[in-house]
């Protein structure tokens, strides 16, 4: 099922082209890699969220699910377009197909995300060597783990590291399992806690981390790159995001029922001290340290791509590769907690990213293909565009600038009050230990 040969030719690829896509992704690898981009981080952020937002969180969770699958399709079809439109985009090695398709409908954009993932996995790790005595600062963890993703991350496109996307999903769908089964026991002996209080302030917040959750789109054009099919992409996006409502509901879900008001920005904070939980850090730190060379592969290509860096391994790749962890590493030293930058980097950049400008790009590069001579802009869109794709391109337009302003403003407000402020780590070693004034803000 996952063998790379080249059997099946895309149809928009010239014959004397056809042989750049041998080696690509299948459908099914794709989906490996969109869900184990994608789970880990947001799942145990997950239960926190739902309390924050009560039952209605299971509703924006829908609604978030199907709103960023339905821009990720669209992300894709604007690279299938761009294809169409100029051969040149369909040569072998494309780096920086999501800065394409942005430069052609809105301009360049970035992302941010690596910081909370080196965080989360500083955090179990930490937890691991604490049950053992053996214990180091979160701080210090950063460090070490920064250390030891550098070679991962020297790995060329997600078609050289599609074993690292198979190994990050099993690891998120074993500790969802884990984390279930752990919750659940727990609930028999802890005493039970009723959910907070839902006000706009704390509702919004939910939703960054929700959006963070939903949000990886920004990567997709890179997995399409690399398939053999890439018009194909939108089977991808379907598969992976209903692995993603399977692995993120329950966890979610039960997190909320059983520990309420009490549920912590990790969940795993939340579990037990034994056996699960122990072997959940495990698989949820591989999980991390798998994904963190997948999510931030655009970046390391769209740098790759600015720098002229050859595109065979190189010395240059080396050096670019780990200056940007090695940033990565300091801004995670910088700000220690991560529960405030989630919600932040969800509400801002990432539905951005995920939601607002997939709409803009797609609109944009349609009327570039589509449009008569002096035909006027609205005009185009209801002649090209059928009226349900009109209506959810609205939605996923409104609810990322819901994202963008609303969440933002609820969330920037807590990462820049005095009372959640901790120091950061190259000011004082055990700042990451120590809980933030406004823990139960809500």
Known sequence: MM????????PIIPVEKSQILHGGLTVFTAAIFITGEMAGTGLLALPKAMDQAGWYGLISTFVLCILSGYSGIKLGECWTMLREMN????EEGSRSPFQVIATEGAGRVGNQTGVVFLLLAAQN????????????????????????LLGPCWLGTPKDSWPIAIGAMVCTA?????ITISTLIHYRTIKHHDPSPITFKSFSFSMGTMFFAWGGSAMFPTIQVDMRQPHRFHLAVIIAYSILLVFYLPV??????????????NILKNLPRNFLRYTVEILITG?????????LNPIFQGFEELTRVPKHFCWQRAILRSGIVLFLAFMAESIPHFGAILAFIGSSTVSILGFILPVICFVMIKLQSTQLVHEKFVDTIFRVVPKLDIILLLLALFVGLYGALASSYSSFSDLVNPKSYVKPCWLNSTS???????????
Not at 125 to 133: E, P, V
Not at 287 to 295: E, G, K, R, S, Y
Not at 432 to 442: D, Q, R, T
């Open 174 to 178: 074993i500790a969802c399992v884990f």
């Open 287 to 295: 999980h991390l340290a798998m994904a963190f060379t997948i999510v």
């Open 3 to 10: 063998s790379f040969d080249n059997s099946f030719q895309d």
């Open 252 to 265: 979610s879900i039960i997190g909320y029922v059983v520990y309420g008001s009490h549920v912590q920005d």
């Open 125 to 148: 790790i930490q937890s691991l060597f604490d049950s053992i005595h053996a214990h180091l600062p979160v701080c210090v963890w950063i460090i070490i783990i920064a250390g030891l």
């Open 432 to 442: 990451a230990e120590e809980p933030p004034m406004n823990a139960s803000l809500f």
């Open 87 to 90: 051969p040149v985009y369909s």
